[in-house]
């Protein structure tokens, strides 16, 4: 089992910045993917940027250019930074962490761009 907590989500202007954090705890396997997915009412839940343990990383074309995804992988936890955001930013944001061990979700955290 592996266990996410997230932090870092709420409310912000267009343009603004927000960094979002999920830490994973438990039976994790030395390679694994960690990454971000955006919910919104009626829509399926899309990944935003993804990044494996050691390089490769993906992003949705939309957030291309102004989202980051870094990883400290000493403490089992992935960071999305979030430049020049939009209302069509704005959603639930899940972390997920999947590895040939299993492939879990967190609880989501909200963040809501807005003037």
């Known amino acids: 089992q592996v266990q996410l907590v997230e932090s870092g989500g709420g409310f912000v202007q267009p343009g603004g910045s927000l960094r979002l954090s999920c830490a994973a705890s438990?039976?994790?396997?030395?390679?694994?993917?960690m990454g971000w997915y955006r919910q919104t009412p009626g829509k399926q839940r899309e990944l935003v940027a993804s990044?494996?343990?050691?390089?490769?990383?993906n992003f949705a074309d939309s957030v291309k250019g102004r989202f980051t995804i870094s990883r400290d992988n000493a403490k089992n936890t992935v960071y999305l930074e979030m430049n020049s955001l939009k209302p069509e930013d704005t959603g639930v944001y899940f972390c997920?962490?999947?590895?040939?061990?299993?492939?879990?979700w967190g609880q989501g955290t909200q963040v809501t761009v807005s003037s």
């Open positions: 997920r962490h999947w590895s040939r061990l299993g492939d879990y």
């Open positions: 990044r494996i343990t050691f390089g490769d990383t």
């Open positions: 438990g039976s994790i396997a030395s390679i694994n993917t």
